[in-house]
């Protein structure tokens, strides 16, 4: 399946000062490559190849990562005479189109834009560019196509530290529960789609404001829930517990380091 991924925002809380303009987010390092080749790593683990890249601000930067991409970087090779042998490769096997969506346009209009690119998959795959996770994507993929619904959604629990408290009328606390363990959801990308979503995103549209809360109305979405491993990259707090967790060996998203 052809995967489509939003490249272009801002990323305005994860900025930095490089000449020409800041770096954009997906295009941040974890460990020797930027987010955005872990998340195509974890697609190109369960075969799909065919990207669709949805860019934005800071494009330049992203097509001069594909444009001059050094596979030793992370791939064993052999030097023998000054020319290189590699032992592996990453991307040789993926066609990665590179399509200018707009550098303010909201992710349902990024979709809108490529959309000839999907030509008539009638299925196709949707992410941001910056969020790792460790699920089972063949599973998802089978739930949903057991199914009529128009889009799929992953959900995880809510990851931040807060707590919610139980406060009765008269001022006391009945109880503390840390909000992760609330029976709460929230969006967690990974997105399944049928070309049925476009008849739903209006012009500048987003794709789960307008598109799947459009499909929830109608009982057509359908929600994965997913308790294992799962990580954004908003900020550069959590980008840095990423980079630092990938240098101690726990990788729990990179599952074709087990290929």
Request: aromatic content about 10%.
């Amino acid at each position: 399946m052809k995967v489509v991924l939003f490249c272009g925002g801002r990323g305005t809380r994860m900025r930095s000062d490089l000449p020409g303009g800041g770096m954009p987010k997906p295009m941040q390092l974890v460990g020797p490559r930027p987010l955005l080749w872990h998340v195509m790593r974890y697609y190109a683990h369960f075969g799909h190849r065919e990207f669709i890249l949805c860019l934005g601000y800071g494009a330049q930067h992203i097509k001069e990562f594909f444009l001059n991409y050094q596979e030793t970087v992370s791939n064993d090779f052999v030097l023998r005479g000054g020319k290189v042998r590699l032992l592996s490769t990453d991307i040789s096997d993926w066609s990665v189109s590179l399509v200018d969506t707009g550098v303010d346009s909201p992710i349902g209009e990024r979709l809108r834009r490529v959309r000839p690119h999907l030509g008539d998959e009638p299925i196709f795959l949707a992410n941001y560019a910056d969020v790792l996770t460790d699920a089972p994507l063949p599973e998802i993929i089978r739930r949903f196509e057991a199914t009529d619904a128009g889009a799929s959604m992953m959900v995880v629990p809510p990851s931040n530290t807060f707590h919610c408290v139980d406060v009765g009328e008269d001022g006391r606390v009945g109880g503390i529960t840390p909000v992760s363990d609330m029976p709460l959801w929230v969006n967690g990308g990974f997105f399944v789609l049928r070309q049925e979503i476009f008849d739903h995103i209006p012009e500048n549209g987003d794709l789960v404001a307008d598109g799947c809360a459009e499909l929830a109305k109608r009982g057509r979405l359908l929600a994965y829930p997913h308790r294992g491993y799962w990580r954004p990259s908003d900020t550069v707090n959590q980008r840095l517990e990423l980079d630092q967790a990938w240098a101690r060996g726990h990788r729990p998203w990179a599952l074709w380091e087990s290929e």
